[in-house]
């Protein structure tokens, strides 16, 4: 039978047994319209869902549609799309970190000045010494026999003295007795008793009396400045052998020694020895941080010890010429010291060479520290950090959209009717990957970054916001400047 067959038996039956009106309504007549609305409802939900799921299958579909048609239509155009930025106003102050290597105040090489051997030592490396404190002792065999020699001459001067005024006075009494011989004969030859021959003779004798008492006087003062040369080398010698003792010339610190017990000491030498230490006085360009043999070389003529005063240090730095202007004598400055990361030390300008070096185009600039706990050692590595305000902030751009041309460094613009227009730029400060522009860009203007090889001046374009990675240095599309840059003092 079929369903039509069915249903219209079940109507005739239900047509030939019709219930009474007044019959009360069952329980499975109640429960049908409510199996109704709860199947409605749960169709309707399986329709929303549906619907969800394709609108969010179809909705990238059609943004990727959309894009394929818009860059479809941009290649029809011939118009490139291009990667945009905003450039931005630099903040008015920055820090200028610089290296440097820490240097003692002063150091000095503490040479002998007599010849001999050395005696005694009172100090080595290390050790802290005061202003006069005695360092070493030296015998001088050789001086003490010259200083005897040297006042037997003066002795012999002096003796030489007495005899050379002995003979004066011997000779002022023959320049006597020849005066009154003389006057006495020239009276007797006017009387006519003895001849004028006499009379002469007795004249030239007379004269030569007097020249003798002149010699004498010559010899005497010969004699006396014999003495005086005497009594110099005498002097001389004694202060030769004041210097057997060697001092300190000022309150330091011992930073090499040069000698051993029983090396043989001259003026301005020194004996190489094992415990050298590190020498200070090859080290006297300031701002090298080392000597020409190295910073634990010995010194070739650096003296007995090398001493250094440490209570004060400092550090030269070359300050890049962008920043030159803004250093001062008296500005404060921040030194931090790598091995030392929860302390930073203040220091203090206190001069300039106030003129460039013409390679490094730098400007050589001396801070000095108080170190009056020694916790700073000459020798350390350390960073110095100025707070630099500028009155006029550069413009700061991505190092991507920097372009090197024979013309000099460039940046590509967007202008207001979507053209390209390239400008020459003069770069500040270099970070890596964002540059300071000083002049020939405004803030706010539109810049491209990764500029293609083949993009015109005055072509149009089409511009979209760079991505964030994208921003970087790509050495692909925009090689690395290498002109015009100015470095931070690395």
Do not use: C, W
Request: aromatic content about 4%; proline content about 6%; glycine content about 8%.
């Amino acid at each position: 039978m079929s369903i039509e067959e069915h249903s219209a038996s079940e109507s005739g039956q239900n047509e030939q047994a019709p219930q009474s009106p007044s019959a009360p309504a069952t329980a499975g007549d109640r429960r049908l319209p409510k199996r109704h609305t709860r199947l409605a409802l749960v169709g309707l939900i399986a329709l929303l869902i549906f619907g969800g799921l394709v609108f969010a299958a179809v909705r990238p579909r059609l943004a990727r549609q959309k894009k394929i048609t818009t860059a479809a239509q941009a290649i029809r155009d011939n118009i490139p799309v291009v990667n945009v930025v905003q450039a931005q106003q630099a903040p008015a102050s920055s820090d200028l970190q610089l290296p440097g290597d820490v240097e003692a105040i002063q150091v000095a090489a503490v040479s002998a000045q007599t010849t001999g051997y050395l005696r005694n030592l009172h100090a080595d490396i290390g050790d802290r010494v005061r202003a006069r404190q005695l360092l070493a002792e030296i015998d001088t065999p050789q001086v003490d026999q010259q200083l005897q020699e040297a006042r037997a001459n003066l002795a012999q001067s002096v003796a030489s003295l007495g005899q050379a005024e002995a003979n004066l006075n011997q000779a002022v009494a023959n320049v006597e007795y020849a005066r009154v011989t003389y006057e006495r004969n020239q009276y007797l030859a006017q009387q006519h008793v003895v001849s004028d021959q006499v009379r002469d003779q007795m004249k030239t004798a007379y004269d030569a009396a007097l020249a003798t008492v002149a010699a004498m006087q010559a010899n005497i003062n010969a004699a006396k400045a014999a003495i005086a040369s005497s009594e110099a080398n005498v002097r001389s010698l004694i202060a030769l052998q004041g210097f057997q003792k060697v001092f300190s010339p000022f309150a330091g610190i011992i930073t090499a020694r040069n000698v051993e017990i029983g090396s043989l000491i001259s003026p301005g030498s020194s004996s190489v020895s094992s415990s050298v230490g590190t020498t200070a006085s090859s080290a006297t360009l300031p701002g090298t941080g080392t000597t020409s043999q190295g910073t634990n070389a010995p010194a070739a003529s650096g003296g007995l010890f090398e001493i250094a005063r440490i209570d004060t240090l400092r550090i030269f730095i070359s300050v890049p010429q962008a920043f030159a202007s803004t250093i001062k004598p008296g500005q404060t400055a921040t030194i931090s010291i790598r091995e030392l990361p929860e302390k930073t030390f203040a220091g203090r300008v206190v001069r300039t060479t106030s003129a460039l070096d013409p390679g490094s185009r730098t400007l050589l600039t001396e801070v000095q520290i108080p170190n009056s706990n020694n916790q700073l050692l000459p020798g350390m590595y350390a960073t110095v950090s100025f707070g630099v305000q500028s009155p006029d902030p550069a413009v700061r751009i991505p190092a991507t959209a920097l372009i090197i041309h024979a013309e000099g460094p460039q940046v590509a613009m967007v202008t207001g009717d979507q053209k390209v227009h390239y400008r020459k730029v003069v770069i500040g400060r270099d970070y890596g990957n964002e540059l300071d522009i000083i002049s020939g860009l405004e803030p706010g203007a539109t810049i491209i970054v990764n500029v293609a090889d083949g993009l015109q001046e005055g072509a149009q374009v089409q511009t979209q916001a760079a991505p964030s990675g994208n921003q970087t240095r790509n050495p692909a599309n925009n090689p690395a400047p290498k002109q015009g840059r100015q470095q931070t003092g690395s």
